[in-house]
């Protein structure tokens, strides 16, 4: 934690300083109480040292404040910047990690490291680290102090220390502290992932009259985590009990050995006292360093987590053979010999392929051959984990990062949306394109008649709290998007999914003028939209079972003239459909 605390360690360190020196200053009106009783019980007393010790013991109280406020002050500054600090450098390392680390973490759980886990460290550092080195240094000095007093009272004080201690080992070597912990944070990121899902999932929720209490995922992590800390309470709570209740038995120790030592003249009375006011509270820092052994625990599970973000590997350009990161001239994808899996299966069992430049290639085959994986490849979602992808004859894992990123476009199904004006979103593409650019591309994507029919045309603010978007409306803006980037290589998959025939048709053709000369790779299920392709490649369970022309795979490849004619048969059905039924 306090290599993460990095160059707010001396705002630390100061912060427990004056915390500590606050826990000494406390000490001392309990020390001057002792040496009033003192002077007061000698005869004749000496009024002006009390008065003296009077205004020692107020001097006292007021620094103990004053340092305690400057620990404080110290600590939430150190607290709050290593609290941004830590969330840029997370959020810059979400930024550099590939595409498909996002694919495989539950959102909930990034959430939880970056918003819950950082949050506790900083409340553990502004609110805990400097009282707890004040629990520290408090009852040793008392302790220390105590023995120059009086060694026997203060063996007396000191005697349910080691007892309650070793009642905590003993609950410790019971209990798998860490492994409860470690339990208890999977479970609780499990419960963020599903209220997460929840929420998104409510349209289907709702409409297939499903619950809270119905959606699975939610209620059975819900049951684990009230399980898990039933669990933990019944084991802890009377041994936590017992502990508690020794640290509190100072009290049982001091009292009747002190009684006793007064009625042998062996002490006086301040001497009691001083034992009855210091001695007795020894032990309630003890209680506090208990509680924050727990919280640091807890913390400890957060920081693991944080720090296993920060570990994962980013996404740098270093090509397989060694040589030296570089940018392609032409921008011709080649596949050799690709093979991928998410975990165990493989999915891509040993793609090659080659989709040339300035051509359109489409990627076609049944659900799961692994067409999305292979086109997500090309960007750098994932890196194969055999042979080798290439843009323009440099293997893409050569090129910088963010070149490789400027040269590719894509065009989802689902496509994501900033809340923000349709202009900031278009602008996503180009940073700088000005207001003609933006019409023009959205002309092009048959986008330009929606906006200007919404309220406030391209400066309409769309997502959370503004208008909501159709799933078309947002394609064909992503689509405008893509265009202002105007990347060399556009890979579009199941871009045209929700656009109808003819919008589809128009789309098309404007797209064909502005992507002229570019890389194009296309996935669509309706095969209407990749008969004109230059080349049509057939996916077939991670495997390539053909490439050429429609004409030429109609000929050759069987998957693709059974899958051509379903798709006329369809076509013909349903056209069948509307003549029989047309006002339906
Ligand atoms: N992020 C992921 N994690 C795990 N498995 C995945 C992931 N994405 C895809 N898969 C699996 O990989 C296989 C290939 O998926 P992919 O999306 O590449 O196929 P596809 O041919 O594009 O299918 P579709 O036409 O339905 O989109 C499928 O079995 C799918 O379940």
Known sequence: MLRMADKRRVRLALSCLCSAAGALFAMIPYIVVYRIADELLRAPADMAAVRRLIVIALIAIAARFAFMGISTALAHGAAFHLLYDMRVRLIEKLGKLPLGYFGTQHSGRLKKVVADDVER????IAHHLPDLTASVVAPLVTAI?????DWRLAIAALLPIPAAFAVQGWMAARGRRRDDMKRMHAISESMNGAIVE???????????????????????????????WTRIARNKVPLYT???LLLESGMLFVLPFGVWLHAQNEITLPVLLLFLLLGVGLTAPLRQISTLAHMMQNNIEGVLRIQAVLDEKEQTASAHDGSSSQTPQTFEITFREVRFGYGEREVLKGVTLTAEHGKVTAFVGPSGAGKSTAAQLIARFYDPMYGHISLGGIDVSAIPPERLTDMVSFVFQEVPIVSDMISANLRMGKEDADESELVLAAQAAQAHSFITALPDGYETRIGDGGVSLSGGERQRLAIARAILKNAPVLILDEAF?????????????????LLEGKTVVVIAHRLSTIMDADRIVVFEDGEVSGIGTHEELLQRNSLYAGMWSAYREAEQWSLRKRKEEPYV
């Open 121 to 124: 460290i900083e409340s553990f």
């Open 145 to 149: 102090y105590l023995f120059t007093v």
């Open 198 to 228: 929840f929420v998104h999932a409510m349209p289907v929720i709702k409409s297939f009259n499903q619950t809270v209490h119905t959606f699975t995922r939610f209620r059975f992590s819900a049951e684990r985590y009230a399980e898990l």
């Open 242 to 244: 017992l502990f508690m």
């Open 497 to 513: 999914a929700y656009a109808d025939a003819e919008n589809e048709a128009n789309i098309q053709e404007a797209l064909s003028r």
